[in-house]
């Protein structure tokens, strides 16, 4: 039976007057999709595709601009035109919903239990005293450790994967018919993403209920979907069973999707990206041998890095974030650093560019670079080695000064540095530095809020290069990327790389994109490097249990399942 | 710093849309804000005037009749009592017993010789006047010239400390930042009122005095303010890369992260300004503003208290309107400006 219904949806946002007249953006141009009782619809698309809007237009979660029309029907009932005080009794009781970012999804000052009991006892009027038991209950179903302590704990005092369990919870504390998770794993690193798969995935055969599941990632949504529907500018481009879309996908843009992620059983030169495979290109295969014997530009021994916190009134307690380091980088080569959140690899890149405050806690190691070591020059020393050591962030959103126009942002670098003999010289250099990363000549003078996610990043990519680096530091530089702007950015990477001879040290935590992109791989675990291997090796014979489990975790999309096959 | 990236560039690249461009625009629609910022510079501009003498240049002087109502109200009937009875009968010769008698003669002859003229003095006043006849309006035209100056020159000296202050607590953070924040705590620990009694007690009076009261007792709020922003801006990833590429400290508190907050500062500021205006007028007020050869909204309240018992009501309505209508035209401006630079209130209207 068909339990909820959409068609013809259409979402548009009004986003104020100009010259008297109503501007309104279309983000959902005329959707039409059915969910059944008891299965996984997924929904897949880059950021920007229209997908989490068409969910949340569900239970009408969206900002006050914004406009529905068309149909939703939920059992036969239309929901675009129920009043709220109704659609509050639906929500959470019969649709509940987990977000992206479980840290912002829990009120911080209330307990987890209070927090759990209260769509209990507002829906089903339960006393106190049964609602709690419910949501032991619920935090057992969970998977969570120690269940009745977790109840009066707070927010912050659970990691990423135990809050995204709460949420969980949380959900499915009044038994809903459909749970909406809007990219639920897309927050969490890879082996937390693959928990909390499998208790999504375990939890919806138990309760036999339906799940909208949203990601950008067909890797993720392959392994839990049953039916897939792949949106782009707002509309959906395709949808059919999972076993179809990937055996057989007939759209061109799903087929692109499919083809940019990373693989783990081959590792070509260089990713295909959605507008190649679109325009029949085929991503070339051969990949360029590296030089083993390329001069070492990064040496690093015994780099330890601490942090002071706090403890008791005026005492302090050493956290040894990162132990005993050591690596040499070659000219033209790749270390990729790869661990979950908190095992100190970004603290150990950030190190080498000496970007802690030095109040932050002792360093200790040498990091011999262009014969004088990094971590002991002086502030009137560093200036120059800045030049020859860049970095670029994680975040593309917040790495551009969002006032700066994209020609200053490059320019700066060089007038700090004195490179090139007058402006002219700079921003001429700017430009061609500009068309290098692909972008066109309009850029120059635009600010950051008018470009995409990756276009950003390659922004962030030209500054670092405006220096002549010798080293760049990617910092998860592709982590907060769709799947296909990520396969972009990578390919430049590699681009740039053969061009320019630059050495990357790579720090992420998804190993299939370390995979690709590195020579050699660092794999760390709460501060200490565990395995460092070269990259074929770590894929094909991982000795520590540990890179193990970070392989395990990796989306693989859809398999077929061998003992179906009767 | 950015003048100097800009000016090159200004003549080969269409520049998009700034973030002040966009504000403006996004102000230009707000009709209320609008009309508000027109009645603003309509007060400058008046100002300027009043400045540079063109208008309410004689305020000091009498020009009317003491008290002299506004010619709207008509000038105050011929007093009824007091007028005594003119007696009947001839008039007593008073020259036999009065021994300046034989010089009257020769006064008023030596008297002839001078021109004396008699002022006629104005019956009313387009405002009315006060007790020495001087006209209301010019005085209060006079007055928007000093209390709008005290209100923005003293909200402008308690930005730049809070600005700095803030931005250096912010950005440093450890000893300076504890530094800073005990000197807050003290200016905050002490009653806010009792502070500007002790600094106008060393100063003495008079409108620099004011001005460096305020500004020197109202920066805490704004420090605040900007500490919690530079918090919050200093470990983003632009400021990262900025230090990164090598820029200075300086640079990156003030090219970088300043022009980020600045809505923040600007907002915050025209706060200062109506606060300060207000302020000043219960200085002049309880006698501690400005000088007594001046005048401002405040000292025209000062002398209406003991008016209004004589029932001249004049002068405190023409200060009271001077300082509503300018103080509201402000405030919904500023309102108007907090809404155009958050482009995150776009579209909600």
């Known amino acids: 039976m068909t339990l909820l219904s959409i068609q013809d949806l259409r979402v548009a946002f009004r986003m104020g007057k100009v010259n008297g007249v109503l501007q309104r953006a279309e983000a959902v141009k005329g959707v039409s999709f059915d969910i059944?009782?008891?299965?996984?619809?997924?929904?897949?698309?880059?950021?920007?595709?229209?997908?989490?809007?068409?969910?949340?237009?569900?239970?009408?979660?969206?900002?006050?601009n914004a406009e529905r029309s068309g149909k939703i029907l939920w059992q036969g009932k239309d929901l675009v035109h129920t009043p709220l005080a109704e659609l509050q009794h639906l929500r959470g009781k019969e649709i509940a919903c987990v977000f992206q970012d479980p840290m912002q999804s829990l009120n911080p000052v209330f307990t987890v239990g209070a927090q759990l009991c209260e769509p209990l006892i507002k829906h089903l009027k339960m006393s106190r005293r049964a609602a709690l038991e419910r949501a032991e209950q619920c935090l057992v179903e969970v998977g969570m450790p120690e269940p009745r302590r977790r109840l009066a704990a707070y927010p912050h005092e659970l990691s990423g994967g135990q809050q995204q369990r709460v949420m969980i919870a949380m959900a499915l504390a009044c038994e809903p018919k459909l749970l909406i998770a809007d990219e639920p794993t897309t927050a969490l690193d890879a082996t937390?993403?693959?928990?909390?798969?499998?208790?999504?995935?375990?939890?919806?055969?138990?309760?036999?209920?339906?799940v909208l599941f949203i990601s950008h990632d067909l890797g993720v949504v392959g392994e839990i979907a049953d039916q897939v529907l792949v949106m782009r500018h707002g509309i959906l481009r395709e949808q059919g069973p999972v076993e179809r879309i990937f055996a057989d996908p007939q759209d061109a843009y799903t087929q692109a999707l499919l083809a940019c992620r990373p693989a783990l059983d081959k590792n070509p030169a260089r990713l295909t990206v959605i507008d190649d495979h679109i325009a029949g290109r085929q991503a070339q295969q051969a990949p360029k041998p590296k030089d083993p014997h390329a001069p070492v530009v990064l040496e690093v021994k015994a780099l330890n890095k601490s942090f002071w916190i706090k403890h008791g009134l005026f005492g302090r307690r050493e956290f040894k974030a990162v132990q005993n380091v050591n690596f040499q980088l070659r000219k033209g080569h790749t270390l990729g650093?790869?661990?979950?959140?908190?095992?100190?690899?970004?603290?150990?890149g950030l190190s080498l560019l000496r970007l802690h405050e030095a109040n932050t806690g002792p360093m200790s190691g040498e990091a011999i670079f262009g014969g004088k070591n990094l971590l002991t020059l002086t502030d009137r020393e560093r200036q120059?080695?800045?030049?020859?050591?860049?970095?670029?962030?994680?975040?593309?959103?917040?790495?551009?000064?969002?006032?700066f126009t994209i020609g200053q942002t490059l320019l700066e670098p060089m007038d700090i540095h004195g490179i090139g003999a007058d402006t002219t010289e700079r921003e001429g250099r700017a430009r061609t530095l500009l068309g290098k990363v692909g972008l066109d000549d309009k850029a120059f003078g635009k600010y950051p809020h008018e470009f995409s996610g990756g276009q950003r990043q390659r922004i962030a990519i030209a500054r670092a290069l405006t220096l002549n680096p010798e080293v760049l530091v990617l910092d998860e530089a592709v982590s907060a990327l769709d799947v296909s702007v990520q396969a972009q950015v990578l390919n430049l990477l590699k681009d740039l790389q053969d061009e320019l001879g630059l050495a990357y040290i790579f720090i992420s935590h998804d190993l299939a994109v370390v995979r690709f992109i590195s020579d050699e791989v660092l794999v760390m675990k709460e501060g200490i490097v565990v395995e460092q291997a070269s990259a074929e090796q770590i894929l094909a014979a991982p000795r520590e249990a540990y890179t193990q489990r970070l392989l395990a975790a990796i989306p693989r999309g859809y398999r077929p399942m061998p003992a179906a096959t009767p | 710093m950015t003048a100097v990236i800009n000016a090159p560039l200004a003549a080969t690249v269409e520049r998009s849309e700034g973030v002040w461009h966009a504000a403006w625009r996004r102000f230009k629609m707000d009709r209320i804000g609008l009309t508000s910022a027109v009645i603003v510079v309509a007060f400058l501009l008046l100002i300027v005037f009043?400045?540079?003498?063109?208008?309410?240049?004689?305020?000091q002087e009498e020009v009317g009749v003491a008290n002299a109502p506004p010619t709207f109200v008509g000038p105050r009937p011929p007093e009824a009592i007091g007028v005594i009875e003119v007696p009947k009968g001839p008039n007593v010769d008073l020259s036999a017993i009065d021994p300046l008698a034989p010089r009257y003669k020769e006064w008023d002859?030596?008297?002839?010789?001078?021109?004396?003229?008699?002022?006629?003095?104005?019956?009313?006043?387009?405002?009315?006047?006060?007790?020495f006849g001087r006209d209301v309006?010019?005085?209060?035209?006079?007055?928007?010239?000093?209390?709008?100056?005290?209100g923005v020159m003293?909200?402008?000296?308690?930005?730049?400390?809070?600005?700095?202050?803030?931005?250096?607590?912010?950005?440093?953070?450890?000893?300076?930042?504890?530094?800073?924040?005990?000197?807050?705590?003290?200016?905050?620990?002490?009653?806010?009122?009792?502070?500007?009694?002790?600094?106008?007690?060393?100063f003495g009076r008079g409108i620099g005095t004011v001005v460096l009261i305020l500004g020197l007792t109202g920066w805490s709020g704004l420090y605040r303010q900007v500490r919690s922003e530079f918090i919050k801006h200093r470990s983003r990833e632009y400021v990262r890369s900025a230090e990164a590429i090598g820029a200075s400290v300086w640079s990156r508190m003030f090219t970088h992260i300043l022009p980020n907050v600045s809505h923040v500062v600007l907002v915050r500021m025209s706060i200062l300004v109506v606060g300060f205006i207000k302020a000043e007028v219960i200085l002049s007020y309880l006698g501690l503003g400005v000088g007594v050869d001046d005048v401002s909204w405040g000292t025209m309240l000062a002398e209406a208290q003991s008016e209004l018992i004589l029932g001249h009501w004049w002068q405190l309505v023409a200060a009271t309107v001077f300082m509503a209508v300018f103080v509201t035209a402000f405030s919904l401006m500023t309102d108007a400006l907090r809404d155009a630079l958050d482009p995150k209130l776009r579209g909600l209207e």
Do not use: C
Request: charged content about 20%.
């Open chain 1, 384 to 403: 120059p080695m800045r030049r020859r050591i860049q970095v670029v962030f994680q975040n593309p959103y917040a790495s551009l000064n969002p006032r």
């Open chain 2, 109 to 131: 002859e030596r008297a002839a010789k001078f021109k004396t003229e008699e002022v006629i003095k104005a019956e009313t006043l387009p405002m009315g006047g006060d007790r």
């Open chain 1, 192 to 210: 937390i993403q693959r928990q909390i798969l499998e208790l999504i995935a375990e939890i919806q055969r138990k309760h036999r209920m339906s």
């Open chain 1, 337 to 348: 650093v790869v661990g979950e959140s908190g095992s100190g690899k970004t603290t150990m």
């Open chain 1, 36 to 64: 059944a009782e008891n299965t996984t619809v997924a929904l897949v698309g880059e950021s920007g595709s229209g997908k989490s809007v068409t969910a949340m237009s569900v239970l009408n979660l969206l900002p006050d």
């Open chain 2, 50 to 59: 009043a400045a540079t003498g063109l208008v309410a240049k004689n305020w």
């Open chain 2, 154 to 202: 003293a909200a402008l000296v308690a930005t730049l400390i809070g600005t700095l202050l803030g931005a250096l607590s912010g950005f440093f953070g450890g000893k300076v930042g504890d530094f800073l924040e005990w000197l807050y705590n003290v200016f905050e620990a002490i009653p806010g009122i009792l502070l500007i009694f002790a600094f106008a007690a060393v």
């Open chain 2, 137 to 150: 309006l010019s005085k209060a035209i006079k007055g928007t010239q000093v209390s709008v100056f005290v």
